[in-house]
């Protein structure tokens, strides 16, 4: 292996952990706007899906480039397949957040009926789902990979609840029907930032272990059963 081809695989890690931290960060304050109710914040995250941008082609780049110029062969191999995915769930992530401060600053401020909703408890679901991703990535962690995995089922169940109780909240009052569908949207964008955390896992998974388990997660549960045995 040339040390070129080491410092451009240094390089690509190095450019998709920061992208990873830019987009953890867009989360947080994501969560924050609408919690704390805070508009304020939503300024500082359009602006700085300027950043996640800018890293989305940075990484793009880095990778074509080293697919053009080598033949990376096994996990480097998979390392670069998985990299194009995970920049790509990355972004749309940052994306993500950027709308939910967004849909936020059309109400302005925490509904009444806030504390019926689950938001908070998807919130921290969705936070610790991605901060796993990242962590499973960061360290090549394929246990901590399959637990986010795992968590995305929870998320989902949890959504439907929601998704429920806010239906009921509109029935109840018209008055709440505006407020009430941007929370809906707002929720819906949380869990479909579970649904890119649990894609980035999967790439993890599959970078480590050499195995997809992408719309297959019996086979992946019932080799955990296999090896208790």
Do not use: W
């Not at 901060?131 to 169940?157: P, Q, W």
């Amino acid at each position: 292996m040339n040390r070129l081809f080491d410092k451009q695989l240094i390089k690509l890690r190095t450019r998709l952990i920061k992208m990873c931290s830019i987009v953890d960060e867009q989360v947080d304050l994501a969560v924050k706007v609408v919690e704390d109710a805070d508009t304020g914040l939503a300024a500082l995250i359009v602006k700085r899906d300027e950043k996640v941008d800018e890293y989305d082609i940075k990484i793009d780049k880095i990778c074509q480039k080293i697919l053009a110029l080598n033949q990376p062969i096994a996990m480097d191999l998979r390392l670069i397949m998985s990299a194009l995915t995970i920049n790509t769930n990355l972004e749309r992530i940052g994306d993500i957040a950027v709308n939910i401060a967004e849909n936020f600053m059309l109400i302005g401020k925490r509904p009444e009926f806030f504390n019926r909703i689950k938001f908070s408890s998807m919130a921290v679901i969705v936070r610790d789902m991605l901060k796993n991703a990242i962590d499973s990535f960061i360290e090549n962690d394929a246990g901590l990979a399959k637990r986010v995995i795992y968590t995305d089922d929870r998320l989902d169940k949890l959504n439907v609840e929601n998704h429920k109780i806010i239906i009921d909240i509109m029935k109840e009052n018209k008055d709440y029907i505006e407020d009430a569908v941007a929370m809906l949207v707002i929720c819906r964008q949380l869990e479909r930032i579970g649904d890119h955390a649990t894609n980035i896992a999967e790439d993890v998974y599959f970078i480590v272990e050499a195995e997809m388990v992408k719309h297959n997660y019996e086979k992946l549960i019932m080799k955990d059963d296999d090896d208790d045995e």
